[in-house]
């Protein structure tokens, strides 16, 4: 943690080869306090058998290593090992992605985490927009509910190409919603970067509020690829300065998931780039 309590993390999502014992492990021992924990297959899978004594030792081995948690749930073939991401909650079967926020919610309610982290999906072709809007806001609705009893912030992120692509969308569910107290917001800086109209510093000071979840990665305009720092557009030192203004003291968590196979070289140089830009933006 830095003296003005930015927490730095790192995705599991970007240790798919590892072992989550493992990588956790390795995370830790890089000096990073968080770690975004996507529930997948190899991940602490929220649907194989021994799911209370898995989430035992998981608890068990965060503590012990000192980092902190938010559940992510954008395993793409977790659910449907035909079909990405899906179901989503814009299905016609959104039975199956329902069933597993409520998991994730539980989960990170038994992990002490922070905050579970979710998105809209893709619209499918074969529904209509104020269809596939209704469901979202009703499913929304569900979700919510679960994680208010479990005491569990939920973070709601834009993604570029899903029915909530931005800010402006978010908000609009936010409000439709009834604005309520656990529903608040997961921003990924790169998103900033590749399609708000706003500079990202910007965007991080205007959400300030509602912010409960961050994830960090570099990005060029109009391109959604999650990039490594320094290769993409975002200058860093301003972003992180903004958000230690706001008063944001959540996790800012690497995502990077498609640059598992260098993991712990990745991990490492992006946890000295953040610090570097950390200290150049105080």
């Known amino acids: 943690m830095t003296a003005d309590g930015l927490r730095f993390g790192y995705g599991t999502n970007g240790f798919a080869n590892h072992r989550l014992t493992d990588a956790l492990t390795v995370i830790a021992e890089l ?3 968080g770690v975004a924990l996507t529930l997948d297959h190899d991940h602490l899978d929220p649907f194989a058998p021994g799911l209370a004594a898995r ?3 998981t608890a068990d081995q965060l503590r012990d290593l000192g980092l902190a948690v938010v559940i992510e749930t954008g395993a793409r073939y977790l659910l449907d090992p035909w079909r990405k991401h899906a179901p989503t909650l814009l299905h016609d079967d959104r039975k199956l992605r329902l069933d597993f926020l409520r998991r994730a919610v539980a989960v990170g309610a ?15 072709d074969d529904v209509d927009e104020r269809t596939a809007w209704r469901r979202l806001v009703d499913g ?6 679960a994680a208010t009893a479990a005491a569990v912030p939920l973070g709601f992120e834009p993604e570029p190409g899903m029915l909530v692509a931005d800010i402006a969308d978010w908000r609009r569910l936010h409000a439709e919603l009834g604005a309520p107290a656990m529903f608040g917001l997961t921003l990924d800086i790169g998103h900033c970067r590749c399609l708000e109209p706003v500079p990202v510093p910007d965007c991080v000071t205007a959400v300030a509020g509602h912010l409960v979840n961050v994830q960090i990665d570099d990005m060029v305009r109009g391109v959604h690829e999650h990039l490594e720092f320094g290769t993409g557009e975002i200058d860093f030192p301003p972003v992180l300065r903004a958000l230690r203004e706001s008063g944001y003291r959540g996790l800012v968590a690497v995502e990077l998931p498609r640059h598992s196979h260098a993991a712990p070289a990745v991990a490492r140089q992006s946890l000295a780039f953040l610090r570097a830009a950390d200290e150049e933006g105080r």
């Open 55 to 57: 989430v035992t030792r």
């Open 140 to 145: 929304c609705a569900e979700v919510t509910e």
């Open 110 to 124: 038994d992990l002490g985490a922070e905050a579970v982290s979710f998105w809209a999906g893709v619209r499918p």
């Open 31 to 33: 000096g990073y306090t």
